[in-house]
């Protein structure tokens, strides 16, 4: 582990919330945590050492009085800072002293642990083998297939990301997802497909989903097409989805809807298929630039009567306008990212 990582390993297991939020996950701190991560996809490999080093030390409490505590720990502090005294650049005692007295506390309960019998102690395994994660992203215009190591079968619309480890755990497959995307997850009874996004969590087995969860959103929609998903959040109690369903969240005002839907709806955009109905003209005009990847700039008064409906399969760009051109007073050009739309007035 190069000296950066290391530093973001042990800022994290020296971290009361972080340590806190291993012990006990729940409501705010999944959150914060939550978000942590994706904001730090980089950090995924350090992250999860950090808490599983926290994990490992599976130490029943015993509770002291603080001053014993404190006693004890200076004590400990006291020897090894007198013992490093000079040995440390200026710029890390700062940091080492901290670490010192994690470590101080961690071996101190340790040793009461093992005399007490409370301790467990994992069998040797062989050494463990680092996560390597990695995220693939698609801007506006782009959509991409993602093919993972078990066989599972990712595939990411625009303006989405999906970071992944290169080779899963044994004991789950975990992913995390800004975005949409659909995925048809190979069947692995012994480790469940986890795909986490902002507040909320959806577990599988082996089934075939679409995730809707928007940057810069609040909302998550889950789509079940086949088998059967396990979907629960910070504040969100479990809920099991059977095919046909359809489960909405919004994490800030924790409002829930479970609906049937229209497969054929929710899964078109990865077939290539844009459906629009009683669209009005900024939706319309908003989906295409993200579909295609442009700018759009509008002059003149739009319709006020504009609706559309439609079903566009692979169209390009120029002949969905043309059709418009049809329907409305209306005149474009394309001039390679930049679209013009002007109205007759």
Not at 13 to 23: G, L
Request: with cysteine; net charge negative; hydrophobic share 35%.
């Amino acid at each position: 582990m190069d000296q950066h990582k290391e530093n973001i390993f042990y800022e994290l297991i020296t971290r009361k919330d972080f340590v806190d939020w291993v012990k006990y996950p729940a409501g705010d701190r999944n959150q914060f945590w939550q978000k942590w991560m994706q904001e730090h996809p980089h950090h995924q490999e350090e992250f999860l050492k950090a808490k599983e080093f926290v994990q490992r030390l599976q130490i029943q409490q015993y509770q002291l009085d603080e001053a014993t505590l404190d006693g004890i720990l200076d004590k400990v502090v006291a020897a090894d800072e007198k013992h490093v005294k000079g040995h440390l650049p200026t710029h890390r005692k700062a940091f080492f002293g901290q670490w010192l007295k994690v470590a101080a506390i961690l071996v101190f309960c340790l040793l009461i642990a093992l005399i007490g019998g409370k301790v467990i102690i994992d069998p040797p395994i062989g050494p463990k083998q680092e996560i390597t994660w990695k995220t693939t992203e698609n801007p506006r215009g782009r959509k991409s297939t993602i093919h993972l190591q078990d066989g599972t079968v990712v595939h990411l619309n625009y303006e989405s990301n999906l970071t992944f480890p290169a080779h899963f755990e044994p004991h789950q497959r975990r992913v995390i997802l800004n975005g949409e995307a659909f995925f048809e997850v190979s069947h692995d009874p012994s480790r469940p497909f986890i795909v986490q996004t902002t507040g909320m969590e959806t577990q599988v087995l082996g089934t075939s989903f679409n995730i809707k969860a928007p940057k810069y959103s609040h909302n998550t929609e889950v789509s079940l097409v086949s088998g059967k998903v396990k979907v629960k959040g910070d504040h969100l109690t479990e809920h099991f989805l059977t095919p046909g369903q359809q489960l909405s969240y919004n994490d800030q005002s924790g409002l829930l809807k479970k609906r049937p839907f229209e497969v054929s709806l929710v899964t078109a955009w990865k077939e290539g298929v844009m459906i629009f109905t009683d669209t009005g003209f900024e939706e319309f005009i908003d989906q295409l630039s993200k579909w295609y990847g442009v700018d759009f700039q509008v002059y003149g008064d739009t319709p006020k009567d504009w609706k559309v409906n439609g079903r566009y399969e692979n169209e390009k760009l120029e002949d969905i306008l043309t059709g418009m051109q049809f329907m409305y007073d209306l005149k474009f050009r394309i001039d390679g990212q930049n679209v013009t739309l002007k109205f007759s007035p």
